[in-house]
């Protein structure tokens, strides 16, 4: 008597699993030849596993027939070599099994789910006062900030005009299409220039504290009021406004939250022009603004509720800093390094590595930036495939970073203000959560 094992479709399952796996890495994932050859030799480890584990249960059929046919009934003898070899097999699967699981949260990490409140709908307004138990005492510079890249390009449109600060793959898009109607072009150039699909008091409302700002002098324009404005390869919006935006809500729903507006890039202007720009901070702002003779990046959230100083403006123009009597914070207090990469894998090396690389007693601000920059062939892609604009670049790239923070992949002890394009409430409620862990 023996017992009899059935060959099954189910032998096969976990190969088919592995090439279904590795044709999605390879299509979502696989944008660089370095990707490649690493997605391959990973699902080529792992394909050897599950080809161990189907060999190991075909041979274990074949032993068995052929033990019945020469009319071996050693019943204990063939039990024990059914077992044995059963286990060697069920080991290869476990093994397979790890295996994809390794490769698929490397990439895409599974969401944690958060039992905090900041995963409902509107509670993200004042999210620094409600978690004053956790982080009031903690230094500025090491709570978990969320914070996006050029932040004020919304309002950015194919009408809009060429910007002093167009990056050098939309210059050469512009020759390579000189030839196309000049509406054509700039719709594709303001596809991946506007990087964010709010305003700015709508995005401190979602949860955003740290703005990235670009700011452009309009040479076409005699109106100060008007000639300042907020760039990336196009103009946008005139300054002014915006900055009323911001002093509205840290007058009324944001009373309590620290906001930090980082000049980062200037173009154009004149001393004249930066006088200006320092007169209408002070008039939008009067005594929000925060004293850097009085408060550092180190600075608690408590020591600025003791006063009534809120916004911290970084700005790059050391002259106009010294004259400020330190309401203009110098941009030496900021640490912003760059991954200009264009495969999330390049993404996650950079950004592990520099905050690996950020000592625990850094004073300045540090900003991880989550985003890839698009080169002329991803911009030339999407013209036939997504992602068609930097919006849609967002949209599916920043579950991947929210997940690498969520997860803990990217650790969170070192980590500050993270920037993204095309935030989302999912993004900023995974940083603002983060707050509540212990340093």
Same mark, same amino acid.
């Given at each position: 008597?023996?017992?009899?094992?059935?060959?099954?479709?189910?032998?096969?399952?976990?190969?088919?699993?592995?090439?279904?796996?590795?044709?999605?890495?390879?299509?979502?994932?696989?944008?660089?030849?370095?990707?490649?050859?690493?997605?391959?030799?990973?699902?080529?480890?792992?394909?050897?596993?599950?080809?161990?584990?189907?060999?190991?249960?075909?041979?274990?059929?074949?032993?068995?027939?052929?033990?019945?046919?020469?009319?071996?009934?050693?019943?204990?003898?063939?039990?024990?070599?059914?077992?044995?070899?059963?286990?060697?097999?069920?080991?290869?699967?476990?093994?397979?099994?790890?295996?994809?699981?390794?490769?698929?949260?490397?990439?895409?990490?599974?969401?944690?789910?958060?039992?905090?409140?900041?995963?409902?709908?509107?509670?993200?307004?004042?999210?620094?006062?409600?978690?004053?138990?956790?982080?009031?005492?903690?230094?500025?510079?090491?709570?978990?900030?969320?914070?996006?890249?050029?932040?004020?390009?919304?309002?950015?449109?194919?009408?809009?005009?060429?910007?002093?600060?167009?990056?050098?793959?939309?210059?050469?898009?512009?020759?390579?299409?000189?030839?196309?109607?000049?509406?054509?072009?700039?719709?594709?150039?303001?596809?991946?220039?506007?990087?964010?699909?709010?305003?700015?008091?709508?995005?401190?409302?979602?949860?955003?504290?740290?703005?990235?700002? #670009?700011?452009?002098? /309009? *040479?076409?324009? %005699?109106?100060?009021?008007?000639?300042?404005? @907020?760039?990336?390869? &196009? $103009?946008? =919006?005139?300054?002014?406004?915006?900055?009323?935006?911001?002093?509205?809500?840290?007058?009324?729903?944001?009373?309590?939250?620290?906001?930090?507006?980082?000049?980062?890039?200037?173009?154009?202007?004149?001393?004249?022009?930066?006088?200006?720009?320092?007169?209408?901070?002070?008039?939008?702002?009067?005594?929000?603004?925060?004293?850097?003779?009085?408060?550092?990046?180190?600075?608690?959230?408590?020591?600025?509720?003791?006063?009534?100083?809120?916004?911290?403006?970084?700005?790059?123009?050391?002259?106009?800093?010294?004259?400020?009597?330190?309401?203009?914070?110098?941009?030496?207090?900021?640490?912003?390094?760059?991954?200009?990469?264009?495969?999330? #894998?390049?993404?996650? /090396? *950079?950004?592990? %590595?520099?905050?690996?690389?950020?000592?625990? @007693?850094?004073?300045? &601000? $540090?900003? =991880?930036?989550?985003?890839?920059?698009?080169?002329?062939?991803?911009?030339?892609?999407?013209?036939?495939?997504?992602?068609?604009?930097?919006?849609?670049?967002?949209?599916?790239?920043?579950?991947?970073?929210?997940?690498?923070?969520?997860?803990?992949?990217?650790?969170?002890?070192?980590?500050?203000?993270?920037?993204?394009?095309?935030?989302?409430?999912?993004?900023?409620?995974?940083?603002?959560?983060?707050?509540?862990?212990?340093?």
């Amino acid at each position: 008597m023996c017992c009899c094992i059935q060959e099954s479709s189910q032998l096969w399952a976990p190969t088919q699993e592995l090439l279904q796996a590795e044709a999605q890495f390879l299509k979502h994932f696989g944008n660089s030849k370095k990707e490649k050859r690493m997605l391959k030799r990973a699902f080529r480890v792992l394909k050897t596993w599950a080809k161990k584990k189907h060999l190991m249960h075909k041979n274990l059929f074949e032993l068995e027939r052929a033990l019945n046919q020469r009319g071996v009934v050693h019943t204990l003898f063939l039990h024990h070599v059914v077992e044995r070899v059963k286990s060697s097999a069920d080991q290869a699967i476990q093994k397979v099994k790890s295996e994809i699981s390794k490769v698929q949260e490397f990439f895409n990490p599974p969401i944690p789910k958060y039992d905090g409140p900041f995963y409902n709908k509107g509670s993200l307004s004042t999210w620094m006062n409600d978690l004053v138990l956790y982080i009031g005492d903690l230094p500025l510079n090491f709570l978990v900030i969320p914070g996006t890249h050029e932040s004020f390009s919304a309002n950015m449109v194919p009408e809009s005009k060429m910007a002093p600060n167009a990056e050098t793959p939309i210059k050469k898009l512009n020759d390579v299409l000189k030839f196309y109607p000049k509406n054509v072009v700039n719709t594709v150039i303001a596809n991946w220039a506007r990087t964010q699909s709010q305003s700015a008091y709508n995005q401190l409302v979602d949860g955003i504290r740290y703005f990235e700002i #670009s700011l452009c002098r /309009d *040479k076409e324009i %005699k109106d100060k009021i008007q000639m300042l404005k @907020t760039c990336h390869t &196009f $103009f946008d =919006s005139p300054i002014e406004p915006i900055l009323d935006q911001i002093a509205t809500f840290s007058k009324t729903k944001g009373k309590r939250e620290v906001v930090i507006l980082d000049f980062k890039h200037l173009y154009d202007m004149d001393d004249s022009d930066h006088e200006y720009l320092f007169k209408v901070l002070k008039a939008k702002f009067g005594n929000l603004l925060a004293d850097s003779t009085k408060f550092s990046p180190t600075s608690s959230l408590k020591e600025f509720w003791r006063t009534t100083q809120r916004i911290i403006v970084l700005y790059d123009h050391e002259n106009s800093v010294k004259k400020s009597q330190g309401l203009l914070w110098s941009h030496s207090n900021i640490n912003s390094p760059s991954p200009n990469v264009q495969t999330t #894998s390049d993404l996650y /090396d *950079k950004l592990s %590595k520099s905050l690996s690389d950020r000592s625990s @007693t850094d004073k300045k &601000f $540090f900003v =991880s930036q989550g985003v890839l920059t698009p080169n002329e062939k991803t911009i030339a892609s999407g013209l036939i495939a997504k992602p068609k604009s930097l919006l849609d670049a967002g949209d599916l790239w920043n579950p991947v970073v929210a997940n690498w923070i969520g997860s803990g992949s990217l650790p969170r002890k070192k980590m500050n203000v993270v920037i993204v394009d095309n935030y989302s409430p999912l993004f900023v409620a995974t940083l603002v959560e983060k707050n509540r862990k212990k340093i």
